[in-house]
């Protein structure tokens, strides 16, 4: 099978909501519209919307990966209209085709399989991690069975699977054997890293201070963080060195919250940034003393690779994933060592102190991967993938 020669399909249908409802692309979104980046000359956009799947024409299409890429200036009413134009006349998908869904889009709905059976196209699935399986403490109440049918979805119907690291894949081939569930084609492939702006030499605090970066919720552990400062302010007074947590408040954060928003203690030395555009976060890494990562659970660690291509030291929670992409680069601490956060953190405060300097001499010559090597594996994978086979079993 060649690549070149299937019809590709996109499904776009999470990051055309979240464009119309003003929301700023995560993690999983910043992966999908690097799909959409690489095969944008030769995909078609799919819409998803009450319960009709719509093929864009490629004209349609490529004014829709523009909107999304940000291309646009009137992205929302160019999307509007390419969707509902398709929404009255172009029902239906290319038999055969290979349709990517990128962002666990709709994989929670039992009738998703049934429609890809209507349609008779072969699905490629990214999948992001097993974190509500895995952790389900940190996730939305409910959100245990939904990951649970998006798995099933994924391994029961899927033409193939791309998991983000070994780590991920890992999981995935343990869940599969535990519930009995067929696996199809799969393959591993680390997410690139885009470059960032040049930051601006100007700093955006002139005192020392540490990054967060990352969507406010419980697994991501910004309350260790929290209650560490807290312990700083009584040890250091107003020598303590500030801390920038760049991302949006989400779920199961409550008691973040409360600190943040009722310590007397924390309202000078913490400075949340809700938004932060790729310019902007460029400045706050290359200044930063060092991104703080104590995620309780994680299937990739984008901000991660990003300070390290920055040339920034990491101090990060120690998890299989971080350490298959980053190597021994950055410093790795247990997420429930308060105390060993603590010494690194006031460590690590100091430019100079060795523990940093040796992290920013192994730094050197660091080469982070890249999307041109993502997509060379990828395009490579998919040559080698069968024709479309028939069902696997009747469920499907």
Not at 22 to 43: E, M, Q
Not at 57 to 63: L, P, W
Not at 320 to 339: M, T
């Amino acid at each position: 099978m060649n690549p070149v020669d299937d019809v590709l399909l996109i499904d776009v249908t999470r990051l055309a909501a979240r464009l119309l409802e003003g929301r700023h692309p995560t993690g999983v979104d910043r992966v999908s519209l690097a799909y959409i980046d690489h095969f944008r000359l030769r995909a078609l956009a799919v819409v998803r919307h009450w319960g009709r799947w719509m093929q864009l024409s490629r004209s349609a299409s490529q004014r829709v990966f523009a909107a999304l890429l940000g291309e646009d200036p009137q992205s929302a009413s160019t999307l509007r209209r390419c969707v509902a134009t398709a929404y009255v006349l172009r029902w239906g998908l290319t038999p055969g085709a290979l349709l990517f869904n990128t962002g666990h889009s709709g994989l929670d709905d039992p009738r998703y399989a049934q429609r890809l059976r209507r349609h008779r196209v072969r699905p490629i699935y990214f999948l992001h991690d097993l974190i509500p399986l895995s952790h389900p403490e940190y996730c939305r109440a409910g959100e245990v069975d939904k990951h649970r049918q998006r798995l099933q979805t994924m391994l029961r119907t899927g033409h193939g699977v791309i998991a983000n690291s070994q780590a991920t894949l890992d999981d995935l081939l343990a869940h599969a054997q535990a519930e009995g569930l067929p696996l199809p084609a799969r393959v591993v492939a680390h997410l690139g890293v885009s470059r960032l702006p040049a930051p601006q030499q100007q700093r955006p605090l002139q005192s020392p201070y540490f990054v967060a970066l990352g969507t406010i919720e419980a697994r991501k552990n910004h309350l260790l963080l929290l209650h560490v400062w807290r312990e700083m302010v009584d040890r250091l007074g107003a020598a303590v060195p500030k801390l920038v947590i760049i991302g949006q408040r989400g779920w199961e954060c409550e008691q973040v919250v409360d600190l943040l928003e009722r310590c007397d203690a924390l309202r000078a030395v913490v400075r949340e940034v809700p938004h932060c555009d790729d310019a902007q976060l460029a400045t706050w890494l290359h200044h930063a003393q060092a991104l703080l990562f104590p995620s309780f659970a994680e299937g990739y660690g984008l901000p991660l690779i990003e300070a390290l291509a920055a040339g920034v030291p990491v101090i990060a929670s120690d998890l299989p994933a971080f350490r298959e992409v980053a190597g021994d680069l950055p410093l790795y601490l247990d997420p429930i060592d308060g105390l060993g956060w603590l010494d690194a953190i006031m460590a690590f405060a100091d430019p100079k102190h060795p523990a940093r300097t040796r992290q920013l001499a192994r730094l050197q010559g660091y080469a982070p991967p890249t999307w041109a090597q993502h997509f060379e594996r990828i395009d490579a994978w998919l040559e080698g993938l069968n024709p479309p086979a028939a069902p696997r079993d009747g469920r499907q």
